[in-house]
């Protein structure tokens, strides 16, 4: 597997909502796909704990590792919404009050009392990230950006730094399905892995309808060598037997 | 927070095509319901690449931190999965034809050609894991569960194993809505977690119809104290106008 851009990000997943399996995971794809889109490898998640201790290790473990970081839950006004005190630790610097985050939560209305100023609680040094929806913002310091978790919220404060981020080579990616067992087309396949190395393959088997079968992903930042790797694919697939199909579209 | 059982358990999730938004994650949900099931708490997941040295890092790296880990993904035949060797190599220990495996791939039929014999290919002193459905099995080593990626066939293997796990004391969970800004139900809501440290109270924000409210769910060893703990939240929620809704069934 070769990489197609230096540009990697991680995502801190920050709820035991998700790992209790209360709530369904809506975020990480959404990051996978338009980090792609911009050029930016989404290369690791973590689902984590809402434990100070915990949130401070995972930061620090991946701001050092990844060019961005986006945490996405645990920056509302409950007891158990931690995130911005605990990314504040994991730079070492002050929790303060951020004074336009308190005028913006001024101006959406609605009484504000303690527990909404805590969402204005913030380190010492980061900068605003816009919440169109419910107003509250996110921020960014360094390199971590730190996102709420409801989806809807977390896809427009993801909009709203999309375009201030650094990308590489813009990733693409083809496929095509083979209606055949993977263990008939490893070896076939392993030789245009090992002939193409300007691109990645990846073979993802599904069962379909009681059928087994293969969708063969081929992703790389150059679009026509993407192309050729399909064609060869779709030829050697065919030779097999496999009945190889692109998708639509 | 406080931790309701010492049995602990971390998923790693391998494969780049979770990572690129290619194909939603179908595991994670079903591993923390399940685990809770048995009284283990799932602490912690991880998403990573099909790459010999991230995995072998992630495996070491959560293997002495959790009770158990259970890895899906990158035990098929083809030129990309990689989990068996680098499991190996995360133990220090060779990759080998494991004999049982190779005698349960020839019965399920179908050409045992090299590609089929690689999912045959285990760390030595590995456990073979059943597999009812597709036949190739995964494989235990110590704490390690290494299981497919195919969630139908996750499943299947995790069944296989559950009844194995030592578990701590069963987790249940009780939980009520309701239909108010959680930063109006903050202050309470941390007076009621104070009071009661015996278990732990989530809010999950939620916006339904264009309607702001919060799940409040409490969950704990002892059914009883939950109960007591939801009481007292309804209680608080109704004097605050908050329309508390208990989820039917």
């Known amino acids: 597997m070769s990489g197609q851009t230096d540009t990697t990000a991680c995502v801190l997943i920050i709820g035991n909502e998700i790992l209790s399996g209360k709530t369904q995971d809506a ?6 796909l338009e ?38 839950g645990g920056i509302g006004p ?3 919404d931690i995130t911005a005190e605990a990314v504040a630790r994991a730079f070492g610097v002050e929790l303060i009050l951020n004074e336009e985050a308190v005028a913006r939560l001024r101006r959406s209305g609605g ?19 816009d919440n169109p929806i419910s107003h ?8 971590v950006f730190v996102l709420a978790g409801i989806p809807n919220i977390a896809r427009a404060m993801f909009a709203s730094v999309a375009g201030g981020l650094s990308a590489g080579a813009r990733i693409h990616s083809a496929s095509v399905d083979v209606f055949t067992r993977e263990g008939d087309i490893a070896a076939p396949l392993e030789r245009i892995a090992d002939a193409w190395p300007g691109v990645e393959i990846g073979s993802y088997p599904f069962v379909r ?27 050697a697939m065919t030779a097999l037997g496999g009945d190889p199909q692109r998708p639509l579209g």
Chains 1, 2 share one sequence.
């Open 78 to 80: 409950t007891h158990d």
């Open 111 to 129: 009484h504000l009392n303690e527990a909404r100023l805590k969402m204005a609680r913030m380190p010492a040094g980061a900068e605003l990230i």
């Open 209 to 235: 309808d009681g059928v087994f079968g293969a969708s063969l992903v081929v992703r790389g930042s150059d679009e026509a060598l993407i192309g050729e790797v399909i064609d060869e694919i779709v030829t």
């Open 136 to 143: 509250a913002p996110g921020f960014r310091i360094a390199n």
């Open 27 to 32: 975020n990480l794809r959404f990051f996978g």
């Open 35 to 72: 980090l792609a889109r911009l050029g930016i490898r989404l290369a690791e998640a973590r689902v984590i704990r809402d434990e100070h201790a915990t949130i401070i290790d995972h930061v620090n473990a991946c701001r050092t590792r990844f060019s961005y970081v986006f945490t996405t």
